[in-house]
């Protein structure tokens, strides 16, 4: 078995101004507090003698590897990252960062608010521009009905509202 992997598909690179602030906080946190504090106890970890059997300081070498792995990351992504200013002109239809409430086949109303793929978060409803569902919704205005592919089978939903400024 083999560990080569596909490369990943290309994600957009584009973030909302909160988004991109909580990933830079997100940085300066790994790279100033917690990368400092892992190092410490590493070392505590590597005084203590045999290393071979040494389960604190196995788990501190794999938690910095962690930490310097994110850290990498971070540090590419964030310059390539746009941050889109204000609201499009055309308030009407649905662009990145707006919020649209959904109703389904069976009535049952959902709000999602369109979001970089880096900040999603299903509980909170933000779903990513480069979601299938999102993708079906570009461009398309309140009263408008969309029909689209989801991993769950075929789906179809009217659009009630789209705002901005959430």
């Not at 790994?30 to 990368?35: F, G, P």
């Not at 079906?136 to 901005?164: H, M, N, Q, T, W």
């Amino acid at each position: 078995m083999s560990r080569w992997r596909p490369p990943p598909e290309k994600s957009t690179a584009i973030i909302t101004r909160a988004g991109f602030e909580r990933l830079r906080a997100e940085l300066d946190d790994l790279w100033r507090v917690q990368r400092p504090e892992v190092v410490r106890a590493l070392a505590a970890a590597a005084a203590e003698g045999d290393r071979s059997e040494n389960a604190e300081y196995t788990w501190r070498k794999k938690q910095l590897a962690g930490i310097d792995r994110r850290v990498r990351y971070l540090s590419k992504r964030l310059p390539a990252l746009k941050v889109p200013e204000g609201a499009p002109a055309d308030r009407q239809a649905v662009y990145f960062g707006a919020t649209v409430e959904l109703e389904d086949d069976d009535g049952n109303v959902h709000r999602y608010r369109i979001v970089g793929p880096d900040e999603t978060d299903a509980k909170a409803g933000w779903i990513s521009i480069d979601a299938p569902l999102a993708r079906a919704l570009l461009k398309r205005r309140e009263g408008d009905e969309i029909e689209v592919e989801l991993p769950a089978g075929k789906a179809s939903f009217y659009i009630l509202s789209v705002s901005y400024g959430d």
